[in-house]
Each structure stands twice: as structure tokens, then as C-alpha cells.
């Protein structure tokens, strides 16, 4: 089990910035992929970021490339997600999620992983 609780998000402006974090229990956390990822209503649920087990290694989805950065702290056992440059479309429950196995660059399905946090709502005004 990892048990991830999830705090940070808000309301925002456009333009503005918010930091999600992600706190994880157990000994565990430094060999699971962290991701993020986001409902909005009535979409599915999206992938947002990657983080690899050392932290030195992230994947984005495009729609939040070059304005989001996810990172990992692994002495706080804890994950975060610096959103830059918010637009009204990133309104969404931002959540994140815990995945064992081997890391990969590239898109991940939300199937893929096995513990999820409780969710952070973040919404940005226009």
C-alpha cells in the first residue's frame, strides 16, 4: 500500500500559479513512478506528468508542456507539480498516483497505476 494525500490546489486566475503536492507513507516511495493526472468535468481522465523514481527523469503531456514541472522529493517522500501559466482549460481534480515497474518516456495510462491520491481541485478563472 502507499497511501498518497494530496494538497495545494485552489483558485487562480489565469496567467496564475498554483503547486500541488503529493505526500506518500512507506518506505517504498522512492521505487514508484509518480503521475499526475486530471479530470475535468465531463472529460476523462487525462495524463498530466511523469516523474521517474529518481526524480531525474519527467514526461508531459503536451498541453502542459513547458508550463508545468514535476518533481519529487524523496526525503519528504513527497511529489510535486509547479503549474505555470494557468489557463481556464486546466480546470480539472488533479490527482496523483503511484505506479510500480520500470519507467518509460512517454504517455502513461491511468489503468496503469495501482494507488491514487484523494484528488485536488484547481480552477482558473478567466
Known amino acids: 500500500q502507499v497511501p498518497l494525500v494530496e494538497s495545494g490546489g485552489g483558485l487562480v486566475q489565469a496567467g496564475g500559479s498554483l503547486r500541488p503536492s503529493c505526500a506518500a507513507s512507506?518506505?517504498?516511495?522512492?521505487?514508484?513512478?509518480m503521475g499526475w493526472f486530471r479530470r475535468a468535468p465531463g472529460k476523462e481522465r487525462e495524463f498530466v506528468a511523469a516523474?521517474?523514481?529518481?526524480?531525474?527523469?519527467?514526461y508531459y503531456a503536451d498541453s502542459v508542456k513547458g508550463r508545468f514541472t514535476g518533481s519529487r522529493d524523496s526525503a519528504k517522500n513527497t511529489v510535486y507539480l509547479q503549474m505555470n501559466s494557468l489557463k481556464p482549460e486546466d480546470t480539472a481534480v488533479y490527482y496523483c498516483?503511484?505506479?510500480?515497474?520500470?519507467?518509460?518516456?512517454?504517455?502513461?495510462?491511468?489503468?496503469?497505476?495501482?494507488?491514487w491520491g484523494q484528488g485536488t481541485q484547481v480552477t482558473v478563472s478567466s
Open positions: 512507506g518506505r517504498t516511495f522512492s521505487t514508484y513512478v
Open positions: 498516483a503511484a505506479r510500480g515497474g520500470g519507467w518509460f518516456r512517454g504517455t502513461y495510462d491511468w489503468k496503469d497505476f495501482g494507488y
Open positions: 516523474i521517474s523514481q529518481s526524480g531525474g527523469s519527467t
